[in-house]
């Protein structure tokens, strides 16, 4: 037997009015369908739940028996809707912010602060994304806005601002031949070429262009690069790195992330700067998504922690 809590309505409010027409009233239906609805549940219950005559109604005992129960599923199913309702509102505020490291920068503070002063209820979560995602959980849905670093593979699936753009410098071993060569550069620098040799730290296949762009492959003139080890996080560079199993190319502003200790990091001339965005997929409109973006539009310099090189929020994509 099913039911519906409509009904349960219904026949509650005609036990508080004790009258078809003022219940009727007050739920705002005709009293020919109240009356219908009634007697279909005393059919579902196959009990008379009211005697009526010409001037009165009155509860049966079936009916007394069912005035408790009633209110008390309709009192739950009231509970529930609010719930729901409240999840779903909470779940309207939440932005769900993928990252695939720290960005640092002041980046994050800024950004939340513009969002809230437009929405206030904003709840902006923060989620650790592997680096076989270059994406930063945008491609699979599971963030709705991420910091990546460019290039992004199937670029035409999203939009973005650039926030920063940075050197690119090398990170090497203490001690290495190229950090001698580098002392004696006016300002320190490598120059690419140096490195063609030099077995390269790559990102997990999986990450597509973005892999190939920290190899630098474009700037090898079609040398392929020597892989020296596949690292998935900032910690497991930095220990590649010190056991020289290879050296890495990182933005100027996560040189913290890896150089400490037994590892250096150095300018590199003649490759280009590195990009770091904020990106949505193109299909989402909704309003937290399109101010978050809007925010890393209009952030202005003095509210990013500046690195050599660093230019905030041109807009691409």
Known sequence: MDVHGRDLRYFVA????????????HLFVSQPALSKQIRMLERQLEADLFERTRRTVRL??????????????????DRAHAAVRAATAAE???????????PGRGLLPALRTRLTSRHP???????????GDPSAG????????ALVWLPLPDGDRYRYVVVA??????????????????????EGNVDFTDLLEEPFLALPPEAGPLREYWLATDERAGRPPRIGGVVTSAEETHEAVANGQGVVLLASGNAPLIVRDDV??????????ARLAVAARHDDRRPLVLAYLDAARKMGPGEIEQFPGTHPAAEGG
């Open 14 to 25: 005609v036990a508080d009015e004790l009258s078809f027409t003022r219940a009727a009233e």
């Open 60 to 77: 049966t005992r079936a009916g007394e028996a069912l005035l408790p129960h009633a209110r008390e599923v309709l009192a739950a199913w």
């Open 92 to 102: 309207r505020c939440v932005l769900r912010i993928g990252m695939s490291t720290s």
């Open 121 to 131: 209820d904003a709840r902006p979560v923060l989620r650790q994304i592997n680096w």
């Open 138 to 145: 945008l491609a699979d849905g599971s963030s709705d806005v």
């Open 165 to 186: 753009r940075e050197p690119r410098l090398v990170a090497l071993p203490v001690g290495h031949p190229l950090a001698e060569r580098a002392a004696s550069d006016p």
């Open 264 to 273: 250096i990091a150095l300018p590199v001339r003649g490759i280009s700067p």
